[in-house]
């Protein structure tokens, strides 16, 4: 009874932790559900093949994903032959693919990701299988079989750009898929190695009987997928796209799970704070500490509960649309859907109620010691604003930051958004715990001149922020973090963007930069359009060097497959001209030259233990190997890869692969060499700082989308936060705010003086808020600078803060002045006088 | 003086000590409650030396800020005494923890406020009946009915405070302090906020509780009127027990007493 009716009655104090909770909840089982939806899937590519052949996988290059290793032509003909006269095999469809993209009204449409090439050989059309819906199979070097939705029909012209340059095709027939085929004999020539053979099984056939012969035929040289085993066969970019959805939906997650616990446990503390004399009260009349304290659990029990089911719905209900958002996003990969099951909202259900009861703990310790006498008293005053473990707390916290602020300072690049983060956490907890004690010379300083205003407004706003301190810190605290954490977020992420940018800018000693635009990359055609240096990347692959084999993908060492390596294809003496931050160790760079040289670098040279004027052998993505022999060891970080070799080598072994960029000596830009740079299809000329800018682009995006989500979500959470304070310090104040219109005051003029009250608040907040991450750019800015050595700037993103200032007031006001409307609607003579709430 | 009642009072002790008295509801002995430290000490109660019999309704009196309202706490268990020791029933209160204490307030002490303090919230009824749920019973609804109707309240048991009167709201804080049968009732200046008529309601219900059911009756008051109702008066001054009156009291008597109790503070 006394919970429900105290429930009934503290609806304002309960708002914010049941919206904390429901948004917490829902976002949980969302996150939930599409953790458990984001399993590998069968490509429909290969979804009529039942067993797949796949090449063994290599674990991959530091920070991207395992790949398949290509086997050599010869081993892939010999085992395509051997599996195909397995018994009840109809046919093994070895898997060609290349980089083919239309080229509709004169520009490249459809833009296919780089390790998902969409030209193929015709025969592996059948292990999806996609079905001609009109016209023919291609026959005819010329011919090509490409999707229906293309609206292109039989007979018709079109332009494919591939990686030597545009070429014309007739349409041969459509299918009801994706991709461009072409015949088997024309289309091995453009691709890349042989990863996958897909086996097309008579429908009697036994598939363990299959499945073992498979086993047998292909030995240590590769795996047999089928079932649901053949989701192993996705392209490395769907695992890799899936991977950062889940960093990203977890970061989330588990901020919203703090942050609920934060704005549960500030509220309820809140509370606690304007209840002392219910509380009191309840003790006078017997109540035990332990009873105050079950009481307010029961009540975080029961919000937690009504919020956690309100969130489970609402999380259950947006999961899929949520799903098909992060698909647009890049979050997931193309095809994911979200499955609903019944364990995850019920697993986020319970982690609501959890949350709830951690929540209120301290805030129940601190009801269960209120003393009885505590009803007796007045306490509008704040006689004793800290508490000594506010101080303790607050001096550890401020003392913790200050160090990692100086550690950030000298800190390495990887470590400074780390260090950054954790030091601004611990400072911004620090100021809150302290805010009791900067929050009056603040306030004094900031409402100097209202007192000396003719109206009673400025002198009632300055002496009752000034003598309720505590009240003013807990409202301000929550504006501390949101602007704090918003400025932080979004003023590391660009300042560190734009160091890295100026740093690679700083590198480039070109005038100008041919890059792709519309296409994953620049094909030959594009590359020869402008004299420079090309950038040809691509993988190569080394085998331990104690194995002295001929390179073929066929040694079956300790490490498997062998180790692989991120190479480009370069012009050496171009090269050595266009990189201003070559730092060459031991041997020398200008023997780098011809396709019979390579240039490592001495992350990977101790690797694999190779040195200046060693032969290393590699094996290429074509599946054969060779030899070359090491004409420098340079620094890591020094060249664009870990691995230079000749361009024409890289294009002779991998012909599918796209040139990354072209830098030229011109500055002078589409006009002055001659070239018309807006008809070479699929590229764009720029200048050196846009490239560097827009190098790494799409993960940028990527980057700068999980930042505005993160902001997104603590700002939201910290804006509930902020409204219900203010809501419950509103609501407790009804006898002040009557005793005001006794006094003779207008309506407007109380509703003005709440209104300044809410606008100082916000001030004091957001000047505080400003000043952590302040000092924790300043510090990630001379880290970086330092790292560099080039002058950094720090870019403060205004419209963000802005935006989250904006917000914030606009909420604060709303949550203040309304309440108030509604008390003061009573009149003079309202009935709030008798009250203890 | 201070010496001289010194004397007197551990003459008291000497004596009560040698016929143990079963007949106090409530004892202190030396109770000192000081506030602050160093050169901002103040003791509010500086060694009180009280008994208050069962079924006796006792009146305390004297100037602002003599110590009445801090004695009734440190009696009731509201408030812990720095020194000396609180007995009700023959359980030391020092003895008992933060639990242990409320739940013995609970079984055996009500306790009336001047400004009521009911719970917002709570209808007149729930208000009454909050002790017992606390208590962890569920309250009988005759039992409620009859407590209501002791302090004169029939009707209004649906009400919340806001929408009662002075009075009638100190009638359910009466009732409240009643519904669990306490060994004693304090009262820290019950009729402070209300009329004289309203206030003689409340001090014969006072009286008519502890003539018709023995109920032990510790009241703070500045009103001679209102003190005639008691049996005995205890007058306190600076934190200290000056005197008693016993007997037939008449409210001219106490408040010439109270008249030379002025100006030793
Ligand atoms: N919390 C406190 N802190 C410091 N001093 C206190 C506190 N409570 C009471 N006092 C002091 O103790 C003394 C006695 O207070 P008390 O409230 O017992 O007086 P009183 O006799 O009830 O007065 P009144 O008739 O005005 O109610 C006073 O001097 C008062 O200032
Ligand atoms: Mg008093």
Redesign the pocket.
Known sequence: MLSFAALRARWTGLLGPFIALCLGVALMSTTALILVSAQPRVPDRYAGAAVLVAARTVDGIPGTFPERRPWSPERTADLAGRLAAIDGVTAAVPDRSFYAQAVLDGRPVGEPALGDPQGHGWSSAALAPYRLVAGSAPVRPDEVVLDRSLGLDPGGQVTLLTATGPADYTVAGTVDGPGFYLDDPVAAPLARGVRLIGLLVADDADPTAVRAAAEAVVGPDGTVLTGADRAEAEPPRDTRTRWIGMQVLTAMTALAGFVSIFVVASTFAFGVAQRRREFGLLRTVGATPGQLRRLMYTEALAVGAVGATVGVVLGTACAPAFGALLVDAGFQPVGFRVRIEPWPPAAAYLVGLVVALLGVWSASRRAGRVRPLEALREAVLDRRPMTRSRWVGGILATALGLLLTVLLAGAGPDDIVNYALYASMALTGGLTLLAPVLVPPLTYALTWPLERLPGATGMLVRRNALTAVRRTASTSAPMLLTVGFAVLIAGSVATSTGAYASRDAGAIRAGSVLVPAGTPGLSDAAVATVPGTALLPSTVYADPSDAATTGTATAGTATGAGVPIAAAGVDPAGFAQVNGRLSVLSGDFSAFRGPETAVVTAGLADQLGWAAGDGATLGYPDGTGGQVRVAAVVADGSIPAQLLLARELVRAHDPSALTEAVFTASTTGPDGDGVDHRAVLGARLVGVPEYAAERDAAEDRLVWLATLILIGVSAGYTAIALANTLLMATAHRARELLVLLRSGATVRQVLGTVAAETGLVLAIGTALGLLVPTVALLAIRSALSEQFAVPVELVVPGSTIGLVVAGCAVLALVASVLPARLILRTGPGGGAGHRVE | MAQRDGTTRRHDIARREETPDLTAAVRLREVVRA??TGARR?A?LDGVTVDFDRGSFTAVM?P????????LHCAAGLDRPTGGTVTIDGTDLGTLGETALTLLRRARVGFVFQSYNLVPALTAAQNVALPLRLAGRRPDPAELDATLAEVGLAGPGRHRPDELSGGEQQRVAIARALISRPAVLFAD?PTGALDTRTSRDILRLLRTLVDQHRQTVVM?T?DPVAAAYADRVVL?AD?RVVDELGGELAAETIAARMTRLEPAC
Not at chain 2, 64 to 71: D, H, Y
């Open positions: 506030y602050g103040v509010a004297g602002s800020g003599s110590g009445k309202s801090t004695l200046e703070v500045h306190l934190g």
